[in-house]
């Protein structure tokens, strides 16, 4: 069973950069598109990007286009995602799992917190 595991959150300033990571383990997730997910105070989870499985292709939602960028290291079973100019609608818990499609989601790790201060 594939177990995801999200770091790098904090409290930052507006303006502020933060990298996440996300570690899978439990079975390789090299064959995988990958996407980071947030959910914020009161909100349902929503999509934030994605990446194909050997990292060529990218997609964003329009809120953080320009902002953020998703990475990945297949040998080290890891993706990231590479926050710069945090506004505080950015505040969420972010999650990794894998990119919508028909074969479903992992099962959800905790997620980390990210708090950006006006």
């Known amino acids: 069973q594939v177990q995801l595991v999200e770091s790098g959150g904090g409290l930052v300033q507006t303006g502020g950069s933060l990298r996440l990571s996300c570690v899978a383990s439990?079975?390789?997730?090299?064959?995988?598109?990958m996407a980071w997910f947030r959910r914020g105070p009161g909100k349902e989870r929503d999509f934030v990007a994605r990446?194909?499985?050997?990292?060529?292709?990218?997609n964003y939602a329009d809120s953080v286009k320009g902002r953020f960028t998703i990475s990945r290291d297949n040998a080290k079973n890891t993706v990231y995602l590479s926050m710069n100019s945090l506004k505080p609608e950015d505040t969420a818990v972010y999650y990794c799992?894998?990119?919508?499609?028909?074969?479903?989601?992992?099962?959800w790790g905790q997620g980390t917190q990210v708090t950006v201060s006006s």
């Open positions: 439990g079975r390789t997730f090299s064959t995988d598109a």
């Open positions: 799992n894998r990119a919508p499609s028909s074969l479903g989601y992992y099962p």
């Open positions: 990446i194909n499985w050997i990292g060529t292709t990218t």
